[in-house]
């Protein structure tokens, strides 16, 4: 399998972002390693109107590599305007494993479907960092 499908495949299943990185090329790794998210290629996808989400990828990280990640974020936010808060886009457990979002979901005193639903608004909002914080938090607790 070549590394281009296998950061589809990691995708595709649900599997968090990180371990990804082994897997994918250059321009993946610095989509993903600038904290980037599959929910953000999505968006990057509705702006171009491309439905190819590793090409997507490619692309951002390509970008983001010759330093220009400010194209990157005003890319991902005409995303988000056209997507219009639309959720469907950005389930939570693209990102994020099962244990992780029942951290997120005891973190915030929520049930899990709300949780799940609070990360999606979280990742569609660009906000990757306070679902770590709260998870990481919560996990010290445990």
Same mark, same amino acid.
Request: proline share 1%; charged share 25%.
């Given at each position: ?56 990828? *490619? &692309?951002?990280?390509? =970008?983001?590599?010759? %330093? ?5 974020? @005003?890319? /991902?936010? $005409? ?37 799940? *639903? &609070?990360?999606?608004? =979280?990742?569609?909002? %660009? ?5 770590? @914080?709260? /998870?990481? $938090? ?5």
């Amino acid at each position: 399998m070549d590394k281009k499908l296998a950061f589809i495949s990691l995708v595709g299943a649900g599997l968090t972002v990180a371990p990804q990185i082994a897997l994918a090329g250059a321009e993946e790794d610095a989509f993903v390693k600038a904290g980037y998210t599959v929910c953000d290629a999505r968006l990057i996808a509705i702006s171009w109107k491309d439905n190819d989400i590793a090409a997507m990828t *490619k &692309m951002a990280g390509q =970008k983001i590599i010759n %330093g220009y990640e400010n194209q990157v974020k @005003d890319i /991902i936010a $005409e995303g988000r305007t056209a997507n219009g808060g639309n959720l469907v886009i950005c389930p939570a457990e693209d990102v994020y494993s099962s244990a992780d979002i029942e951290l997120f979901a005891a973190y915030w005193d929520v049930g899990r479907s709300e949780g799940r *639903k &609070m990360i999606s608004e =979280k990742l569609l909002g %660009g906000d990757k960092g306070s679902i770590d @914080d709260a /998870i990481t $938090e919560q996990k010290g607790k445990g």
